[in-house]
């Protein structure tokens, strides 16, 4: 199917990698580049050249790029307006979200959900993910975006999107020109850390352990608590970060961070919406609807 082809090609694109596409869409790497080349064939055209380790589109490709998008723009906007003849369009909706989720994804959700439904009153909440489960049990919310999965008996959990936090430089420091880095060697470079009690910094150290490297190993050569300040510490610097990539597709894109392979480590988590059990409005499906089948363009 041309369409699913269309996917492969747009995952690899805004991933910039065939191995992270692959992941990404349970498939396996020999099959993206199968996908990838069918449609190089259909058009008679490369869509990608590679650039050492990184791969970048061609004219081509990126005019295929221009209008994946607009197609999976339509399929979304067609099924949401759908199921939207349903649902109650006015009135308030009150939404919660921990904070990586909404800096970095909820946002621009938000302003096309709202695009929808002119009528409707939005309030959201940012805290982290134990206070927004709360939150929603408390009925001050209606509808939570959460990282991780805390199997909360009174809470439906749906996954909605995968966060990957990956090792982050600046796109100028000595080390992008490297091919991957060994587990052994994180000992050895400077690292901007988030503050004590961060999730992220959860999910890193976890990972970490096994591979038998401790958080206490590693360099800490400051710990901050706001994504944004070490974002602009890594590009006036030789220091690296962890990082969630959705935090970072903007500064990928033009090649102001990179980032970086290290060998055996993969540190992945899933976005979750949540709702108390047995909730069933109309307008909180819609929206459940809604952000799950937007996550193509995040």
């Known amino acids: 199917m041309f369409d699913f082809r269309l996917k492969v090609f747009y995952t690899v694109a ?3 990698s065939f191995t992270k596409a692959a992941k990404e869409l349970l498939i396996s790497q020999p099959a993206v580049t199968k996908h990838i080349q069918e449609i190089e064939s259909t058009y008679e055209t490369k869509l990608f050249v590679r650039d050492g380790m990184k ?20 399929y979304r906007n067609l099924e949401f307006d759908i199921h939207a003849l349903n649902a109650k369009m006015d009135g308030s909706l009150r939404v919660g979200a921990s904070t990586t ?6 946002p621009p959700l938000l302003a096309e959900f709202k695009k929808k439904v002119s009528n409707l009153h939005l309030d959201v909440v940012s805290d982290n993910t134990n206070t927004i489960e709360n939150l ?73 352990r096994t591979l038998g490297i401790t958080l206490s190993d590693l360099t800490n050569e400051m710990s901050f608590s706001s994504t944004e300040s070490i974002k602009m510490y890594l590009m006036h610097s030789n220091s690296v970060a962890f990082l969630s990539i959705h935090a970072i597709l903007k500064e990928l894109r033009y090649n102001e961070l990179t980032v970086l392979d290290v060998d055996g480590l993969d540190i992945s988590r899933t976005f979750s919406l949540i709702q108390r059990q047995g909730q069933e409005s109309a307008l909180i499906e819609l929206f459940i609807r809604f952000v799950r089948t937007h996550n193509l363009k995040l």
């Open 136 to 208: 929603l049990l408390n009925k001050t919310i209606d509808v939570g975006l959460v990282e991780g999965y805390s199997k909360n008996p009174q809470i439906k959990y749906t996954d909605f999107i995968k966060d990957e936090i990956v090792l982050v430089c600046g796109s100028s420091n000595p080390l992008v020109k490297r091919g991957g880095i060994k587990p052994e060697e994180l000992k050895q470079l400077s690292f901007l850390l988030r503050e004590t009690g961060s999730g992220t910094l959860d999910v890193v150290e976890a990972c970490l």
């Open 55 to 74: 791969i970048h589109l061609t004219e081509a490709g990126e005019l295929l790029y221009s209008y994946a998008e607009e197609i999976f723009s339509i």
């Open 101 to 106: 989720i909404s800096q970095y994804v909820l």
């Open 14 to 16: 805004k991933r910039g």
